[in-house]
């Protein structure tokens, strides 16, 4: 267990729709990754945030944002979701923003139908 | 830019073989590498990482890694294979373009076979 936690588990939703993805990093750890996963992708950054702010960007659609709140938790939001949104979506905790050591969690598995 | 390429996207050994898998990388600074494994329906788990600290790196359940800087590559080897380490393994290198994340390699599914 690597202290990061994301809900929910598994995401079946349709295509056109909207879904929010929630992590909460470890406790202590101020800098939160989102990675994608797929089959044809690979494993991909999305975006990072630290301490309430965007850090960097990686290959993130313009219909999915993010957000950190003051608590730390970060939410992924995608919209008009297409079929090849369809993947596992990781994210990754670390205490600096220089990702020395990054925790994952166990993903969201999205289905977009 | 940084990254990774692993050789290899299936490996099979038998259990109690020599377990070796292949990752060279691209960097135009030192790079920082590291090694994850995902076991089926699970997140991404580090094994060892590499800081330029020392060239052989330890990690858990008896992985090693060997930063060789004149081959670019950061292998990763268990003398033993276990039927318990079959799963997926990802070398990764810290990118310095978009923050600090990590560039994945495509993964190496490794089979240990009775």
């Known amino acids: 267990d690597s202290g990061v936690t994301q809900t929910p588990k598994h995401l079946i939703t349709a295509t056109g729709q909207r879904v929010t993805l929630r992590c909460s990093p470890r406790?202590?750890?101020?800098?939160v990754y989102w990675y994608q996963q797929s089959l044809d992708q690979g494993l991909q950054f999305l975006i990072q945030?630290?301490?309430?702010?965007?850090?960097a960007k990686g290959n993130i659609l313009e219909r999915f944002s993010a957000q950190q709140f003051p608590d730390l938790h970060s939410e992924l939001n995608l919209s008009s979701l297409e079929l090849g949104d369809s993947a596992l979506y990781f994210c990754a905790s670390s205490v600096d923003p220089t990702g020395y050591e990054q925790f994952f969690g166990p993903g969201t598995r999205l289905t977009v139908l | 830019a940084q990254s990774v390429t692993q050789l290899g996207s299936h490996v099979s050994v038998s259990e109690g073989a020599l377990v070796l898998l292949r990752c060279n990388y691209s960097s135009s600074v030192p790079p920082y590498l590291f090694w994850y494994v995902q076991y089926p329906n699970q997140g991404l788990q580090l094994l060892l990482k590499?800081?330029?600290?020392?060239?052989l790196v330890k990690g858990i359940n008896g992985f090693e890694a060997e930063f060789k800087k004149s081959e670019t590559s950061f292998h990763l080897t268990k003398p033993s294979a276990h039927m318990s380490d079959a799963a997926e393994y990802f070398c990764a290198v810290r990118g310095s373009n978009s923050g600090y994340a990590l560039n994945f390699g495509k993964g190496t599914s490794l089979l240990v076979t009775p």
């Open positions: 945030y630290y301490n309430g702010e965007e850090r």
């Open positions: 406790s202590g750890d101020l800098s």
């Open positions: 590499y800081t330029s600290a020392a060239t």
